[in-house]
């Protein structure tokens, strides 16, 4: 990334010299190409797009990327057998051994609460509030545990040679 960056430059660097010399013609046109560089030069260093008020780290839950495709988790979770009482799913063979073990993988890193909380939120789809009825905790507790399981689940992901083949 960074050779790519220092090509952007040396070319404005380059293309700003040639503005020096055009004609009035081609100076349009070169005007129009060192915006789009200066452009594609703050959006590589700074990591967003340039203008936008908001970065990606400050979106809303809901526009975060996941570590895991939400469908993906829910089948792994529906072929498991039934934890819970209330658990009256039938079971599923949709997901492949490989998803299977890739998930495993990356669940292995939470603790036994934070799995369980991780498995009711984005498993069973279940509210934060519903949750924190069940395992008699608070709605902010569980939001942390989830937030540490997908920080663990997102390192994982990114260290481990098993969960990046896929």
Same mark, same amino acid.
């Given at each position: 990334?960074?050779?790519?960056?220092?090509?952007?430059?040396?070319?404005? %660097?380059?293309?700003?010299?040639?503005?020096?010399?055009?004609? #009035?013609?081609?100076?349009?046109?070169?005007?129009?190409?060192?915006?789009?560089?200066?452009?594609?030069?703050?959006?590589?260093?700074?990591?967003?797009?340039?203008?936008?008020?908001?970065?990606?780290?400050?979106?809303?839950?809901?526009?975060?990327?996941?570590?895991? #495709?939400?469908?993906?988790?829910?089948?792994?979770?529906?072929?498991?057998?039934?934890?819970?009482?209330?658990?009256?799913?039938?079971?599923?063979?949709?997901?492949?051994?490989?998803?299977?073990?890739?998930?495993?993988?990356?669940?292995?890193?939470?603790?036994?609460?934070?799995?369980?909380?991780?498995?009711?939120?984005?498993?069973?789809?279940?509210?934060?509030?519903?949750?924190?009825?069940?395992?008699?905790?608070?709605?902010?507790?569980?939001?942390?545990?989830?937030?540490?399981?997908?920080? %663990?689940?997102?390192?994982?992901?990114?260290?481990?040679?098993?969960?990046?083949?896929?």
């Amino acid at each position: 990334m960074n050779d790519l960056l220092q090509e952007y430059k040396q070319t404005l %660097k380059h293309t700003k010299k040639l503005f020096k010399h055009a004609s #009035d013609e081609d100076k349009k046109i070169i005007r129009g190409m060192i915006s789009d560089l200066e452009f594609a030069i703050e959006w590589m260093t700074t990591g967003r797009r340039p203008g936008n008020r908001r970065g990606i780290e400050r979106r809303a839950a809901y526009q975060r990327e996941k570590p895991f #495709d939400p469908l993906l988790i829910q089948k792994f979770f529906r072929s498991n057998e039934p934890v819970y009482e209330w658990d009256d799913h039938e079971k599923e063979d949709v997901i492949t051994s490989w998803d299977r073990e890739r998930i495993e993988d990356a669940l292995s890193v939470l603790t036994d609460r934070e799995r369980e909380v991780y498995l009711m939120s984005r498993g069973y789809c279940l509210t934060y509030s519903e949750i924190a009825n069940y395992l008699c905790i608070s709605s902010s507790s569980v939001q942390t545990m989830i937030e540490r399981a997908e920080k %663990k689940i997102k390192k994982r992901i990114n260290e481990s040679l098993f969960c990046l083949c896929g």
